[in-house]
C-alpha cells in the first residue's frame, strides 16, 4: 500500500513539470507558467487537505475514496493532453481584446490556475485519506506517520528525476502526462484487486 502511495506522489510531480512546461508554451514565458502551475498546485493541495481530511474522517471506506481519487486524476491529466484546444479560443478572444498587456497575461493566469485547481485539489486529497488508511490505531503510530512523510517526499523526489532529466527528454511532454495517468490509474487497479482478496 505504501509504495502505492509513492506512486501517487510519483506522479503528481510528473504533472507539475509537465503542466509547467505545457503552459510556458501558451504563456510564451516560463515565468508566467511556472506561478500558475505553482499556485494552482499549493492552493489545490491545501484544499484537497482540507477536504480530503474531513471526508476521510467521516468515511468507512477509505480505500476506496483513495481507488477513486487516483482514477479521478488519471483521467484528468488525460484530459489536459487536450489543453491546447480547450484555452485556444479563450486565448484568442483574450489576446483580440487586449494584446500582450498586464490584463491578458492576469487573465491567461487565472484560466490556467482554474483549469489545474480540480487536478490538483484531488491529489491534495489523497494524502490524508491515505494517512486514514496507513496510520491506524495507536501502535507505532510515530513510525507510520513518518512512512508516510518519506513516501510522500520520496514520490516527489524521483517523479521530479524521471520527467525532468528522463520522460520529456525521451517521449515528450504528451507522453509523459500520459505516463503519470496511467501510473494513477494502474495504483487504482492493483489496490482494488488487493481490497477484492
Keep these: 500500500m505504501l509504495a502505492g502511495f509513492v506512486l501517487a506522489n510519483v506522479s503528481a510531480l510528473i504533472y507539475e513539470i509537465a503542466w509547467s512546461r505545457m503552459f510556458g508554451y501558451i504563456f510564451g514565458t516560463s515565468m508566467l507558467a511556472v506561478s500558475a502551475v505553482l499556485s494552482s498546485f499549493m492552493g489545490g493541495l491545501a ?17 476506496t475514496i483513495f481507488i477513486y481519487i487516483q482514477v479521478l486524476i488519471g483521467v484528468y491529466g488525460i484530459a489536459t493532453l487536450g489543453i491546447y484546444d480547450i484555452l485556444s479560443y479563450p486565448y484568442s478572444f483574450l ?13 491567461l493566469f487565472v484560466l490556467s490556475f482554474l483549469f489545474l485547481i480540480i487536478p490538483t485539489s484531488l491529489i491534495g486529497a489523497a494524502f490524508p485519506v491515505f494517512n486514514k488508511i ?6 507505532k503510530m510515530g513510525q507510520k506517520i513518518s512512512d508516510v512523510y518519506s513516501a510522500d517526499t520520496a514520490g516527489a523526489a524521483i517523479g521530479a528525476l524521471l520527467s525532468g532529466f528522463i520522460l520529456i527528454p525521451m517521449i515528450g511532454l504528451n507522453k509523459t502526462i500520459l505516463v503519470a495517468a496511467l501510473i494513477n490509474i494502474l495504483i487504482a487497479i492493483v489496490i482494488f484487486k488487493l481490497e477484492k482478496k
Design 95 to 107: 489576446y483580440h481584446y487586449f494584446g500582450m498587456t498586464k490584463i491578458f497575461s492576469i487573465s
Design 134 to 139: 496507513y496510520v491506524t490505531g495507536t501502535k
Design 47 to 63: 484544499l484537497g487537505s482540507y477536504f480530503g481530511g474531513r471526508i476521510a474522517d467521516k468515511s468507512k471506506t477509505p480505500v
